[in-house]
């Protein structure tokens, strides 16, 4: 819900925005991020301002194609068809990684499930594996949370996992990581995923049989690991180029871990 | 009116006096009905914006490609090999776009709103006012009525987290989040609009009713039930028309508490999603002027639809009824 009133504000955020801001929008898993990094930004450099929302990485590079952000978070490499759409209005879009993160598999702490692979996980959110028992668990049915469509983990799940195939219509689609993770925490037939750095009072799975840590992760082993960018029109510059150094700094660098994912750098 | 007022006293009227009490009713007569066609045009451009923007569903050649009237209606195609059906997933290589789930989702919430809702509403009216003391009443009245203050983030939010683990509990619910779950939380929303609304036609209906029905030897009860009731019956379904048009546009409460799924299916313990609750989850991401994105704007128009639709039909049965109860008073 948090998530909910922040695509409200999200929503207004343009008409408040004034020159001598930075605006930065998009990504629901990285909005915790980009809001410690504008924090640890402002506190360095007191004259500049940065504002952060969050919405969506879709949110985010349609804020960019309207011209209404000049930094849009994404938490996957933009699709062809925005591509178009921004050069279309003139302008490249420079895609700068940030951070990497594993979108973590959760269930609930009393499934006896601790591993699925990714042809398992696939079956379950295309709808056709329905019931624990076929993937080693109980004999109880498969309540699938998912993501809103204008979620970067959703899109990214969607083409990594479901191989661009649609989600089983039974997936319940919740407003944030941490809506998923509340409700599979409450549910004990459920499953959910999400960003690893929100995983709290459930239980991560392994995937192929490779746990969601630092090192999978950063090598790439772990299979639902994934970059996170930012997005400009055009090479960064001024501003907007001093936060996104400040972001690929020691400094911000740290950050990236403290909030939970894993630093490029 | 204008003799009225001169009874009324003020200074005894001459030609110039009367002529200029004419100029200045005329002028607040002006102003009055100015306001009341500014709400008028308010609804009408809010209208002829929102069907401006589901427009291109019907012009647009590359936007009727990916949302044609029949893809927004009919089954389609939905994976190899398995059978034609409906499935709202606008963000996808195909977007499949049916209005179907969308349709009994809203329908499935409202009908267990409204199941809950008037009945609860109708008879605490009833109650308030035909049986209750006067004390109870100034105490019941209020209190129902403040429950339409509650913030709908917040009974959403209670509905989350506290009321679908007690139905899970009780019913055993497969999803935990379900139309039931959302239906009875909107029920607390539209109990205070039928609650409020038929209060008045109960207590608007003349005392000689009440009076003569006692008098003929009518139980208390009887009186209320058989001649109260039927008397301010256009009231009462004035009330539920209202309920009713709260339950279909509620936003924060379904999308919260609904599960969001867009699954077709007759089954209350399944998650549903809602048309209020897919404009506000998917409006944050569309890019200006996609298909996507008049489909959302086409949602509103529908939901725009059904409440004009109801309201219409809902005051033509009202006059009905008020004229044939005249007529046999008569």
Not at chain 2, 113 to 130: I, K, T, Y
Not at chain 2, 219 to 236: I, N, S
């Given at each position: 819900m948090v998530r909910s009133l922040l695509l409200a504000a999200a929503l207004v955020a343009p008409a408040l925005s004034f020159a001598g801001n930075t605006t930065v929008k998009g990504s629901d898993t990285m909005v915790v991020l980009a809001q410690r990094w504008a924090e640890a930004w402002m506190k360095q450099q007191p004259s500049k301002k940065v504002q952060v929302t969050g919405g969506g990485s879709g949110t985010g590079i349609a804020a960019l194609i309207n011209g209404t952000t000049d930094v849009a978070t994404v938490s996957r490499t933009m699709k062809a068809d925005e591509k178009a759409k921004l050069e279309a209005r003139g302008a490249t879009p420079v895609e700068t990684a940030v951070a990497r993160d594993g979108v973590a598999v959760y269930v609930n702490s009393a499934n006896p499930v601790e591993s699925l692979t990714v042809e398992q996980l696939r079956g379950i959110y295309l709808g056709d594996v329905t019931n624990w028992k076929q993937v080693g668990g109980k004999d109880a049915p498969i309540v699938i949370y998912s993501r809103e469509n204008s979620s970067g983990t959703y899109v990214f799940v969607k083409e990594h996992v479901l191989k661009g195939e649609d989600f089983a219509p039974q997936a319940q689609t919740l407003p944030g990581t941490a809506a998923v993770v509340n409700a599979v925490s409450k549910e004990k037939n459920g499953i959910g995923y999400g960003g690893g750095a929100y995983a709290r009072g459930v239980k991560e799975l392994r995937v192929d049989g490779i746990a969601p840590t630092k090192e999978a992760v950063l090598s790439g082993k772990y299979p639902l690991s994934r970059p996170l960018f930012v997005y400009t029109k055009g090479a960064p510059a001024g501003e907007v180029k001093e936060f996104i150094d400040f972001c690929l700094s020691q400094a911000g660098q740290k950050i990236v871990t403290d909030v939970g994912y894993f630093p490029v750098k | 009116m204008d003799a009225a007022a001169i009874t009324l006293g003020g200074p005894p009227a001459t030609p110039a006096r009367s002529r200029r009490r004419q100029r200045r009713e005329a002028a607040i007569e002006a102003a009055i009905t100015l306001v009341a066609l500014t709400g008028i045009a308010a609804v009408a451009l809010i209208f002829v914006f929102v069907a401006k923007e589901a427009l291109p569903l019907l012009l647009d050649p590359a936007v009727r490609g990916e949302a044609s009237l029949s893809k927004l209606f009919l089954p389609q195609l939905l994976r190899v090999g398995k059978p034609e059906g409906f499935?709202?997933?606008?963000?996808?290589?195909?977007?499949?776009?049916?209005?179907?789930?969308?349709?009994?989702?809203?329908?499935?919430?409202?009908?267990?709103?409204?199941?809950?809702?008037?009945?609860?509403?109708?008879?605490?009216?009833?109650?308030?006012?035909?049986?209750?003391?006067?004390?109870?009443?100034?105490?019941?009245?209020?209190?129902?009525?403040?429950?339409?203050?509650?913030?709908?983030?917040?009974?959403?939010?209670?509905?989350?987290?506290?009321?679908?683990?007690?139905?899970?509990?009780?019913?055993?619910?497969?999803?935990?989040?379900?139309?039931v779950v959302a239906g009875l939380a909107l029920a607390v929303t539209?109990?205070?609009?039928?609650?409020?609304?038929?209060?008045?036609?109960?207590?608007?209906?003349?005392?000689?009713?009440?009076?003569?029905?006692?008098?003929?030897?009518?139980?208390?009860?009887?009186?209320?039930?058989?001649?109260?009731?039927?008397?301010?019956?256009?009231?009462?379904?004035?009330?539920?028309?209202?309920?009713?048009?709260?339950?279909?546009?509620?936003?924060?409460?379904?999308?919260?508490a609904s599960g969001n799924a867009a699954i077709t299916s007759w089954s209350f313990g399944d998650s549903v999603r809602t048309l209020s609750a897919t404009i506000a989850a998917e409006m944050g991401e569309v890019v200006f002027g996609g298909a996507h994105y008049s489909i959302l704007f086409f949602i509103g128009v529908e939901l725009f639809l059904f409440t004009f639709v109801l309201n219409t039909a809902a005051g033509a049965i009202v006059h009905r009824l008020v004229r044939r109860m005249t007529a046999s008073d008569a």
């Open positions: - | 499935m709202w997933q606008p963000v996808s290589t195909i977007p499949k776009v049916s209005m179907i789930p969308l349709f009994i989702g809203t329908l499935k919430t409202t009908i267990v709103a409204m199941l809950v809702a008037v009945p609860v509403g109708v008879a605490a009216a009833l109650f308030s006012a035909e049986f209750a003391p006067r004390r109870v009443r100034e105490v019941v009245k209020p209190v129902i009525e403040l429950l339409a203050g509650i913030p709908s983030v917040v009974l959403g939010f209670f509905a989350l987290m506290v009321l679908a683990s007690v139905l899970q509990g009780a019913f055993g619910f497969t999803f935990r989040l379900n139309a539209v109990v205070p609009v039928v609650f409020t609304v038929s209060e008045d036609a109960l207590t608007a209906v003349p005392r000689s009713y009440r009076e003569a029905s006692l008098a003929l030897g009518a139980t208390r009860w009887e009186t209320a039930w058989r001649v109260v009731l039927p008397a301010a019956a256009p009231g009462v379904l004035a009330a539920v028309v209202l309920g009713f048009g709260r339950a279909i546009g509620e936003t924060m409460i379904v999308l919260m």
